[in-house]
């Protein structure tokens, strides 16, 4: 059986226009069109196709087929918003960590500034560009 989470995703990305148009490129490509060839020449996919084929054919299994994919996308999706509001809450828990570990790196910096130079130079100018640093280097 298909895996509602990617059934729901698939379906959320086909209303996505970037995707959409990103897919087009990738078919029209050599490589995936070699490939797509190769796959429809198998023997497992020639199977599938004839066995979706005679559901098709028959109403009530198509009812029963669409019925399930239905039932498949409402659970999937169910499942991908639970996903990313996890993903959510754990961006904002890695966010505040940030958040603290630079009020940490500040506070650091500040001792440092405060600590007086003590190599005596009286030249205090830093370069500012790339070339200055080239000028001192040379």
């Known amino acids: ?3 509602s ?6 379906m959320q ?9 990103e897919a087009q490129k990738m078919m ?22 004839k066995k979706t084929q ?3 054919k028959d109403p009530k299994k198509m009812k029963e087929m669409e019925s399930k994919v239905n ?10 918003e639970k996903v990313k509001l996890e993903d959510k809450d754990k ?13 940490e790196e500040g506070d650091d910096k500040k001792e ?4 007086p130079d003590i190599a005596g130079d009286e030249d205090d100018s830093k370069p500012s560009t790339l070339s200055d640093v080239n000028v001192a280097l040379n």
Do not use: H, I, W
Not at 13 to 21: H, L, S
Not at 29 to 46: D, G, I, N, R, V
Not at 71 to 80: C, M, N, R, S
């Open 28 to 49: 029209q490509s050599p490589e995936f069109q070699a490939y797509m060839k190769q796959m429809t020449q198998s023997q497992a996919f020639q199977q599938s196709m």
């Open 13 to 21: 990305d086909m209303q996505d226009p970037e995707m959409m148009r």
């Open 71 to 80: 039932q498949a996308l409402e659970e999937g999706t169910k499942q991908l």
């Open 5 to 10: 989470m990617a059934l729901a995703q698939l």
């Open 112 to 115: 440092v500034e405060d600590v």
């Open 54 to 56: 005679e559901v098709m």
């Open 1 to 3: 059986m298909m895996n």
């Open 91 to 103: 961006e904002g828990e890695e966010g505040d960590d940030k958040k603290e570990a630079a009020k």
